[in-house]
Each structure stands twice: as structure tokens, then as C-alpha cells.
């Protein structure tokens, strides 16, 4: 029986009994990639698969109408707290992505993160999301690279049935384009992604708590090494090759004026 990406995984996931501040997120990469490319401010956002929600909340705090959407009660309940801590106002919706319960032509920008990796069918959420985004909106989609170690370390953890979110794929940079074409929507910008710090350490730090030893989060022991390390990576993720060796890669694209 093939291996899915199932409710009850993410439930699991979510109901752990651990602080949120200890779960590594994405490092605002949505906020700041949108930032570089888009005017959100007034404008309707939507996050498919949002599980705790920050990248909504931190669009708010640019002045955009975020509503975030998720299928485990358990993610919207952190969604709930995260966007409270922020003092931020975030419409919360509990639904199926592949059943997207909005209007069409609702959304100025619809997104997701981390979230269309685990479908093995994708057509009929990405369909739902070109059919809700506004013409001349925008569709980013945020998912793994292929051309990674990160990529094998999963593969090797999903034969072993080790994979916290029961299966995942992955993307080349020109596989997500293609794939967004041929849905009707128009790519016109990439950008690529690498984990800072590194996966080896994260996985580390992982697996150290589970004998009760917590290593910091964002470790800086030599600051003038870590500025130079961090300076390179940039300048790799913003050169031809981020997109095509990153960790992630994200893909805008626009839907047409007419369809």
C-alpha cells in the first residue's frame, strides 16, 4: 500500500506537547520574498495548509487581510494563539484544499508553504487555488528542491516509515514552472532557499532533545564566522544557483487577466 500524508500525522504533529518557539520555521521567507516582489497592503491574502498560521500574521503586520485555512484543529488552534500574541486579526477557516470553500476570484494572493509536497494528487488544489485567486493575482508556491541531501535523508526516512508526515515529494526548479503553466497561471519569479542552521545541526538538535538535551536553537559561536557564512549563502541563494540547489524553492506566478 503506498505511503500518504495523512490528517491524523499532522494532528500528531501539532498536539505535541511542545513550545512553538522550539519548532523551526521557515525564518519569515514568505514575508520577505513577497516583500521584495509585492504591494500587499489592503490586500486579501490566503494561506493554504497555514498549521500555525505565521506566515498570515506576518502579512497582516504588513497591512494585508489574511485569511489562513488549514484541516487539523489542532494547527488552528496555535493559528488562534500565534495571531493573539501579534495582536493581529486573522480570519480563521477549518477546510479541504482540494474543496476550497471560497468564492472564485476572491484572493489577491493565495500561498502555501511546506504544503503541496505531501498531495500525491496535486491538480485539484492547485486548480482551486488558480480558481480563487484574483485575475492579475498572484499564486506562490513554496515546496522542497530536489537536488539536495535533504531530499535523500527524507527518501531514506519514508522506506523506513520514520517520516513524520507520512510522505512527501519534491520539485526541480523547472518541474514547479512547467507544472504552474500548465494550470493556467503564468511564472515570472523563483527564488531558492537553503535552512540556516544547517540541516546536519537541526538534526542534531533533534535529535539531542529526545534524551533531554537542548542545544540552542540559532547557535552564533564565532560572530565574524557566522556574518561571512551568512553573507555567502545569500549571495548563493540570490545567484542562478539558489533555485537550483536549495533546500526549497518558491515559484510566483500570475493568473491572467482572462482565462
Not at 97 to 102: Q, Y
Not at 128 to 139: A, D, S, W, Y
Request: aromatic content about 8%; proline content about 5%; charged content about 25%.
Amino acid at each position: 500500500m503506498a505511503r500518504s500524508s495523512e490528517r491524523s500525522h499532522w494532528d500528531k504533529f501539532w498536539e505535541r506537547e511542545r513550545d512553538l518557539s522550539e519548532i523551526y520555521d521557515n525564518d519569515d521567507r514568505i514575508r520577505i520574498e513577497v516583500r521584495k516582489r509585492l504591494d500587499l497592503k489592503g490586500k486579501i491574502t490566503l494561506e493554504v495548509g497555514a498549521a500555525t498560521a505565521r506566515d498570515s500574521v506576518a502579512l497582516a503586520e504588513d497591512g494585508a487581510l489574511p485569511v489562513a485555512l488549514d484541516y487539523s484543529h489542532a494547527a488552528l488552534k496555535l493559528a488562534k494563539e500565534a495571531a493573539l500574541a501579534k495582536n493581529e486579526t486573522l480570519l480563521l477557516v477549518c477546510g479541504d484544499a482540494n474543496e476550497l470553500p471560497f468564492k472564485e476570484n476572491t484572493f489577491d494572493l493565495v500561498f502555501h508553504q511546506g504544503v503541496m509536497e505531501h498531495f500525491r494528487n496535486t491538480d485539484p488544489m492547485t486548480d482551486e487555488c488558480v480558481r480563487i485567486t484574483k485575475p492579475g493575482g498572484n499564486l506562490l508556491v513554496d515546496v522542497p528542491q530536489t537536488c539536495h541531501v535533504y531530499t535523500a535523508i527524507k527518501k531514506i526516512m519514508i522506506a523506513l516509515n520514520a517520516w513524520f508526515a507520512g510522505w512527501e515529494t519534491q520539485y526541480t526548479e523547472k518541474q514547479l514552472c512547467n507544472y504552474l503553466s500548465e494550470h493556467g497561471v503564468e511564472p515570472w519569479s523563483v527564488y531558492g532557499k537553503y535552512f540556516a542552521p544547517s540541516l546536519a545541526y537541526r538534526m542534531t538538535r533533534e535529535i539531542l532533545m529526545k534524551v533531554k538535551i537542548t542545544l540552542p536553537m540559532r547557535p552564533v559561536i564565532i560572530p565574524p564566522v557566522h556574518r561571512l557564512r551568512t553573507k555567502i549563502r545569500q549571495a548563493v541563494e540570490q545567484s542562478w544557483l539558489g533555485p537550483k540547489t536549495a533546500v526549497v524553492i518558491g515559484v510566483f506566478a500570475r493568473k491572467p487577466e482572462k482565462m
